[in-house]
């Protein structure tokens, strides 16, 4: 089977080519992740926290080299890769903890002795996006297996390198080779096969919505589980109360983050009309100075888009008709540079202000008051997550009720901390990932019941 080439983003060379995983292929995968469940799930609770405990531990001592393939591979700042890494070891040492905590309960019922287990669903698919391959990967695969599941893993295309040296860590740290597998290699081919695949209990994908509602209706089709993490077009509120230097100051940073390939950026700045001029010069500088360029150097805080092809999705948002209020910097030449971009569209119909155009493009937009501020950050479908800045406690409570989203901070444009749940109200997603109850999307309930 040909080879797939992997492009370093900021400056289209190829970085290493890469197998491609057949159907076939897939499906013997996923018959050895399937008859290595029964061992896996046996392995007494306190051996399956320490194996993933050093997992967590071999990953913490290869930040390095992780973080530097996910630079020369999707094009991330190096500061942003080591975090990225880190936060796979912090997830792993977190459900660590997980095997010797799955305890049931003891419910008092008539007649007898009744008690719950939680029992694990089996094989576990995991299909990751390219714009953060090592979090998202895993979100899913650390739960899956603390809670006895075997998984397979199958990475972006785009981006493939950094979940196979995953798995090398995996197997260096004791894991059983066919307890997690990476199967890079089309959507099409390898994620469907898990979407089709019987002896596939669950899928834990990430990516769009319109792939997204494919793979739903697909699980359906099994009443197979699945988790769905998808797009957001989420709201940075800005009150007039709010400490407006520091939320222009901080704004471009809640969108251009990993150069607004961000399911929670703040791609939409709702400011109160009688603040909105005072912000805009605010933020202008801002943007300005956020250094774009070379991922490798530490002082980089945005890196390049992923492809040539998202590129021009991106690009055909911002063409000669677009309302462009100011741009950034970026570098010419190699590499598939965008300029942060600050646009002004008329209204929320305007697609610079409904789209996830998933780059560095943020869209203004005044609102008149409280109402009207809830009322246009629950204009669109998606509901992932959002900010709100105000320095009116009450105010910051009463909105934070009415935005339709799984993730909001005030004052605060982070939406991702692996101590709690994470996910998306409406069209964007279906679920929790991360937090305390997380392995609970990967077990069954079992209600005993004992005649006494
Ligand atoms: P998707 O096409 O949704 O890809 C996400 C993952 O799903 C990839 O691993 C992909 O494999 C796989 N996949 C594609 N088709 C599949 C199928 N029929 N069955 C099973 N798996 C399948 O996203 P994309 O093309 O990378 O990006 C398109 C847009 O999606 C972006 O512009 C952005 O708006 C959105 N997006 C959102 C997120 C988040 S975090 N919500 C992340 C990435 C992208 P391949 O790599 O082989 O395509």
Redesign the pocket.
């Given at each position: 089977m040909t080879t797939f080439e992997v492009i370093n983003p900021a400056t289209e060379e190829v970085v290493s080519s890469v197998e491609p995983t057949s159907a076939e292929e897939t499906d013997a995968a996923i018959a050895r992740a399937h008859a290595a469940f029964p061992a896996w799930r046996a392995v007494d609770p306190g051996d399956r926290a320490r194996l993933l405990r050093r997992f967590a531990d071999a990953v913490d001592a290869d930040i390095e080299n992780l973080a530097a393939l996910e630079v020369a591979n999707a094009g991330h700042t190096i500061g942003n890769a080591r975090w990225e890494a880190g936060n796979v070891r912090d997830v792993l040492t977190y459900y660590s903890a997980s095997p010797e905590r799955l305890s049931g309960k003891q419910i008092p019922v008539p007649g007898g002795v009744n008690m719950t287990f939680h029992e694990p669903l089996g094989v576990v698919g995991v299909?990751?996006?390219?714009?953060?391959p090592m979090p998202?990967a895993g979100w899913g695969f650390a739960p899956a297996l603390a809670a006895g599941n075997t998984v397979v893993l199958?990475?972006?295309?785009?981006?493939p390198l950094t979940a196979i040296r995953l798995g090398e860590l995996a197997r260096e740290s004791g894991i059983p080779e066919d307890v997690f597998q990476v199967l890079p290699?089309?959507?099409?081919?390898?994620?469907?096969r898990?979407?089709d695949h019987p002896a596939v209990r669950k899928?834990v994908?990430?990516?769009?919505?319109?792939?997204?509602k494919?793979?739903m209706a697909?699980c359906a089709a099994r009443v197979k589980r699945v988790t769905l993490?998808?797009?957001?077009k989420n709201a940075n509120i800005v009150f007039a109360d709010a400490d407006l230097e520091k939320a222009a100051a901080t704004a471009p940073y809640g969108v251009f983050d990993n150069a607004g390939?961000?399911?929670?950026a703040r791609s939409l700045i709702l400011v109160q009309s009688s603040v909105y001029e005072k912000f805009m010069e605010l933020l202008e500088p801002a943007v300005n100075g956020v250094v774009v360029g070379d991922p490798r150097l530490e002082v980089t805080e945005m890196g390049p888009l992923?492809s040539a092809g998202?590129h021009a999705?991106v690009s055909s948002y911002v063409d000669d008709a677009a309302p462009v209020a100011f741009r950034g910097n970026a570098p010419v030449g190699p590499g598939y540079w965008f300029a942060p971009t600050v646009v002004t569209p008329p209204d929320l119909r305007h697609p610079l202000a409904s789209d996830?155009?998933?780059?560095p493009v943020v869209a203004v937009v005044p609102f008149a008051d409280e109402t009207d501020a809830v009322t246009m950050a629950n204009h669109t479908e998606y509901g992932?997550s959002g900010s709100i800045w105000t320095r009116d406690v009450g105010r910051a409570f009463r909105v934070a009720r009415g935005v339709e989203a799984g993730n909001l901070s005030v004052n605060s444009h982070s939406s991702v901390r692996y101590w709690t749940p994470f996910g998306g109200f409406k069209q964007?997603?279906l679920g929790r990932e991360l937090g305390p109850d997380a392995v609970d999307a990967f077990t069954e309930t079992k209600n005993l019941f004992i005649n006494t």
């Open positions: 299909i990751v996006p390219w714009n953060f998202i199958k990475p972006a295309e785009l981006t290699g089309k959507g099409s081919v390898v994620g469907q898990f979407v899928v994908f990430t990516g769009s919505t319109e792939v997204g494919q793979i697909g993490e998808l797009g957001g390939q961000d399911c929670c992923i998202h999705k996830e155009i998933f780059g992932l964007s997603g």
